[in-house]
């Protein structure tokens, strides 16, 4: 299997991205709920008005939950299978032959364990300010964004020959480059990202804005499902991302609309975002989507024929309530829904997929709570042999088993508090915990904890994470099964990890 790690990578980028604008001397204050730290897309629109509010994706942030953005490494490295341990294999799908695992030798090696989260990497804005722009005529304005990151951790499960933990690495994460412009009541933003051996689009759409009423947009954006913009405040998000219904960017159109404390967001998707350039058959992308995929990559996980489900024609709906109490005490209460297609390139049919949520999230004094139930559920036409009980997802350069059913639940807590000190403007202490119920029998069910602190200004970004995980890809040595049927006699596995970005 093909799973990403941190790896190096060259240092010149890091000066070309911070060379792009000259740093401001603003200081930022801790954001309240109506205030989103995300500021690739949801922030566009600010340079735009008088009066700056969130572009659509932000939805003028009553979707901004005012925690800050998560981060995370990637690029790719590879797990060699264990003396003596075969593949896994389904009960729809015969076993493959021992040598039926092809491991790509030096170019493909196997995704293993151990690998780098995926990450969110939103431009920060705690106060929504930026970067100077460049006025290019009267009503024209863009400016340049970007960010980098790096990463240390240690990690506690073996390592592919089962001699002791993976242990302490520390790496380069990735750098983005992007632009943001505003043209009249036309917005543009852009970003794409490079991590290690592979790069591909965050987002990128062009939008039009009336007032603080109505919006549209048009191109790759983040799909309005359940809390927004994270369901989470740590670094390595929650388990409803790794399934593919948080933080999911799309390639379709989206209006929103708002009035008082209403916020309607609906949405046409004809497809995912698409992979872009890595080492994989098609999951080098930011956000997880259904994938192709076969042996070569997931042979060691019970794959043993092409998968080529594709998501095409999905309609999503938000719809969301906030309103305010004494001082700066927020509140606001959602429900979510979609439903797709998923086209199968073997049996040229279609099958299904739906989704459903109801979330709840606020800001009481210096708390910040969250709290999300969802159901989903895929249906592929697969061909005759295949089993209909998991399907396979990407992102990372890396695709791996999901069950087709499941029920997740989402309780986060996080506490803020305002520092006097130069070099951070404020601090967030949190934990964050998420569960996945997996209703077919043999199906183990999936915990993820994450605890850790968040030290944040106007530009950097410094997360101290302690992630525990029980069944999870990324906390486990199973990696490609682990949201599927999983380990029926699971341990609970430990990642300490230290990320410090730079955000413009």
């Known amino acids: 299997m093909l799973r990403p790690t941190p790896s190096p990578t060259s240092a010149l980028l890091l000066t070309a991205a911070l060379g792009l604008t000259a740093?401001?001397?603003?200081?930022?204050?801790?954001?309240?709920?109506?205030?989103?730290?995300?500021?690739?897309?949801?922030?566009?629109?600010?340079?735009?008005?008088?009066?700056?509010?969130?572009?659509?994706?932000?939805s003028d942030d009553p979707e901004g939950d005012g925690d800050p953005p998560a981060k995370s490494s990637s690029s790719t490295r590879g797990k060699k299978p264990r003396k003596g341990k075969k593949p896994k294999t389904t009960a729809a799908e015969s076993p493959a032959p021992e040598d039926g695992h092809t491991m790509l030798s030096d170019e493909r090696e196997s995704m293993g364990r151990g690998g780098a989260p995926p990450v969110r990497t939103e431009v920060p804005a705690s106060t929504k300010k930026r970067l100077p722009g460049v006025k290019l005529s009267k009503e024209l304005d863009v400016r340049m964004i970007g960010s980098?990151?790096?990463?240390?951790?240690?990690?506690?499960?073996?390592?592919?020959?089962g001699s002791g933990p993976e242990g302490a690495s520390v790496s380069f994460e990735r750098i983005a480059f992007g632009l943001e412009g505003t043209y009249r009541n036309f917005v543009i933003s852009a970003d794409y990202r490079f991590y290690g051996k592979y790069g591909t689009i965050h987002h990128g759409y062009i939008g039009y804005k009336k007032d603080d009423v109505f919006e549209i947009d048009v191109g790759v954006h983040r799909v309005p499902f359940g809390i927004l913009p994270y369901a989470s405040h740590n670094w390595f998000e929650t388990l409803p991302y790794y399934v593919g219904l948080a933080d999911d960017y799309d390639l379709g159109a989206k209006a929103i609309i708002k009035k008082g404390g209403l916020d309607l967001q609906l949405a046409y998707y004809v497809g995912a975002e698409g992979s872009q350039f890595g080492r994989t058959m098609d999951s080098a992308r930011y956000s997880y989507d259904l994938v192709e995929t076969d042996s070569t990559e997931l042979g060691d996980s019970g794959v043993t024929s092409p998968q080529t489900n594709k998501e095409r024609h999905a309609g999503v709906a938000r719809v969301a309530y906030g309103w305010s109490h004494r001082g700066d005490d927020k509140t606001e209460i959602g429900a979510s829904g979609q439903f797709g297609g998923i086209y199968n390139g073997t049996t040229q049919r279609y099958?299904?997929?739906?989704?459903?949520?109801?979330?709840?999230?606020?800001?009481?004094?210096?708390?910040?709570?969250?709290?999300?139930?969802?159901?989903?559920?895929?249906?592929?036409?697969?061909?005759?042999?295949?089993?209909?009980?998991?399907?396979?997802?990407?992102?990372?350069?890396?695709?791996?088993?999901?069950?087709?059913?499941g029920f997740i639940g989402v309780a986060n807590i996080g506490y803020r508090i305002p520092l006097g000190g130069k070099a951070f403007d404020w601090v967030m202490f949190y934990n964050d915990h998420s569960l996945l119920l997996k209703p077919r029998a043999g199906f183990d069910r999936t915990h993820m904890n994450v605890t850790g602190l968040l030290l944040a200004n106007d530009f950097i970004y410094l997360y101290l994470d302690t992630a525990t995980g029980r069944n999870h890809p990324w906390f486990s040595p199973e990696y490609g099964n682990a949201l599927a049927e999983g380990d029926q006699r699971p341990k609970w596995w430990v990642w300490v990890n230290l990320s410090l970005g730079f955000y413009m």
């Open 23 to 58: 740093p401001r001397t603003a200081t930022a204050s801790a954001p309240a709920l109506g205030e989103s730290i995300d500021g690739d897309e949801d922030d566009v629109a600010d340079d735009a008005e008088a009066a700056p509010t969130s572009t659509a994706d932000a």
């Open 148 to 161: 980098v990151s790096f990463n240390a951790n240690y990690r506690t499960w073996p390592k592919a020959d």
């Open 351 to 405: 099958g299904s997929r739906w989704a459903a949520a109801l979330h709840y999230m606020g800001w009481y004094r210096n708390f910040s709570l969250q709290v999300e139930a969802l159901y989903y559920q895929y249906r592929p036409n697969n061909p005759a042999g295949q089993p209909r009980t998991w399907v396979t997802l990407g992102a990372w350069d890396a695709p791996y088993r999901v069950a087709a059913e």
